[in-house]
């Protein structure tokens, strides 16, 4: 499919159930466009010592200069993680690098796991590109 000029491989097909970030696709921002956010409980991982599944909300920020994140690829990448082992506060900063390199410009994630044990964690990272 191609939108804007930009041809993409996920949006609109049967696609893969993960994609890896060197994957993540964009499309040029509409003019006047000043801020994206993406919010989502969607995203889950692993506990890297236990194994148990660890659930986030996710939120993310960027002021777009050029390019945004297509939604779908981002979906797929979340996915990615579901039998990942990382501690949350990891998995914020490699999500936020990974998703600033795709789109060039500094992208802030904040993931808020799930009370496990009683105890809920917020994890903020800015990504540079």
Same mark, same amino acid.
């Given at each position: 499919?191609? +939108?804007?000029?930009?041809? !993409?491989?996920?949006l =609109?097909?049967?696609? @893969?159930?993960v994609?890896?970030? #060197?994957?993540?696709?964009?499309?040029?921002?509409p003019?006047?466009?000043?801020?994206?956010?993406? %919010? =989502?409980? %969607?995203?889950?991982a692993?506990? @890297?010592?236990?194994?148990? @599944? #660890?659930? $986030?909300? *996710?939120?993310? #920020? $960027?002021?777009?200069?050029? /390019?945004?994140?297509e /939604?779908?690829?981002v979906? !797929? $990448?979340?996915?990615?993680?579901?039998d990942?082992?990382?501690?949350c506060?990891?998995?914020?900063?490699v999500?936020?690098?990974?998703?600033?390199k795709a *789109?060039? +410009? @500094? *992208?802030? +994630?904040?993931? *808020?796991?799930?009370?496990? =044990? =009683?105890? /809920?964690?917020?994890?903020?990272?800015?990504?540079?590109?």
């Amino acid at each position: 499919m191609t +939108v804007q000029g930009t041809k !993409l491989n996920f949006l =609109g097909k049967v696609s @893969p159930p993960v994609i890896g970030a #060197d994957e993540l696709e964009t499309v040029e921002a509409p003019a006047g466009l000043v801020r994206v956010e993406f %919010e =989502g409980g %969607e995203l889950t991982a692993l506990c @890297p010592v236990t194994g148990a @599944p #660890d659930i $986030y909300h *996710v939120h993310l #920020d $960027y002021f777009p200069e050029g /390019s945004i994140l297509e /939604s779908k690829s981002v979906k !797929l $990448y979340f996915n990615s993680w579901r039998d990942t082992g990382v501690f949350c506060e990891r998995l914020a900063t490699v999500l936020a690098d990974d998703l600033a390199k795709a *789109v060039q +410009v @500094p *992208v802030t +994630v904040t993931l *808020v796991q799930q009370p496990r =044990g =009683g105890l /809920s964690i917020t994890a903020t990272a800015i990504g540079a590109p």
